[in-house]
């Protein structure tokens, strides 16, 4: 007998655990590829489950967790923010040895940090060792994402272009990051870096965490405005529209993610002030030039970033 | 000999003044739909006339201000906000009697009252009293735009779909409203209303100048955070390309935009400040429940309006 084998190929069997629009999109874009054998998404309601095998997101899905990671030889954790430390507990007594595991959290430091006092780091107080696990845990950040939730919204091309970033710490071993990396340009990513979890937590806090926060609160302004002149809404054309449209995203998601990166996100929301302070002086004393140069500024950056983006794009 | 005439045109010639991307996206539109007879662009260089008539933005072009409004039965001038004064005083002895005139600018209050003085209001101190004008002129706002500018990005269908505001001052007639709003609806805008010059710049402050401040002030924070980590841009995703689009704007022009509407802009600055400082709070104190109900406030108002642009969008 002849056993077919496909070239692309990564793994036997990859376990998604938890089937929203992250994990959904990621069982779409590997089952597309031909990266493994069988995807087995671990949900919490039968509904995902049933919505997830009909939408072609996972071969199959169950309530069991252990069930679920059994004989896997990949498993990305796709749960919100703070449901994965302890998510990543339940699971590691049933994780098969050499089992290569992940996350797509929003924010390290925090969640990392747990990480630690799990499985790696001594307790000073009850002078307990951990045991080194026999599987192998290296977080991921795949920029990319979407207002909406839920697997009904996944995408097979969500990360398709996208910027993967992989978290180092002095736990992760180097050849677990050349597999993962492997793996994320298999789905479609672009570019791929490896960081600290304290550059990821400085970085998603300028370009994701103080966007969002920002959009929301631009939001609520013209909210409140729209009660006494409800009309004013109805002039909100397509800048409205794009500069606010991440502030549609999942508030119970959000809070999370802020508060886990709260230091961050609140540093941003200083530099955020300077700035408006900047504009604000150039405004109230009518100085074009001072204005201009702000504006400037920031135009011709945003437009090399769109230039350099396209040229990531083509190549 | 039978002349033919085409059912949907409104105007015999059209001159549009300042053939860039608002003004050439416009002749774009009454080239397509037929509105015109003759589409005429009044520029300042030839070059622009060269293209624009290659893109088929207009049918003839000239740099001669008398040439271009004679005979004309609607004048749009399309020029940035800062030169629509100059601009109207230069037009205005050289407009035919009945001449429909309008404007595409993003500030009324300012310009509004230099018009007054220019055509209705006596002078003070010369005691002189303007000559009625013979033309109507009634100010306009198409709520459509891009952060690109010439006529080389204009597109037949910039203003497909969107909101137009109508100025409406003690000197506008009521029957200039009304042709003005059928040449709207004739261009594609889905919704045209009628506003004071305040209500205007109070709507355009909350939903498109301060997102402009915002998206710029943004760009910014990361550009002076990129400048001692480089690779920290890498990891912008769509959330921050959406959020900052607007901020690729040309500067010179949205310079002169903030500044006519300062008063406005600075008001709004301060009203983001205040949904700035109510996050800041709930962040510093780790408050999920006062940070979750200011998300979940934009987030539900965000998806309500994206639902109603829907419902405006089909109808």
Known sequence: MVRERNPSRLFSKVTIVGVGLMGGSLGLAIKKRGLAKEVVGLVRRRQTLVRAKALGAIDAGTLSLPQAVRGAELVIVATPVNQLGNMLRDLAPHLPAGCLVTDVGSTKVRFLRDVEKMFYVPDLVTKTVPVKPTFTFVSSHPMAGSEKEGVEHARKDLYESSHCLLIRTKYTPADAIARLETFWRSVGCRLVSVVTPEEHDHW???????????????????????QHDPRLVTAAGPGFRDTTRVAAGAPALWTEILLSNREEVCGMIQLLRQQLSRMETALQSNEPRRLSAQLEQASSFRQELEKKRRVRKVH
Do not use: G, M, T, Y
């Open 204 to 226: 998603v806090a300028a370009v994701s965490h103080l966007p969002h926060a920002l959009a929301a609160c631009l939001v609520n302004v013209v909210q409140d405005l729209a």
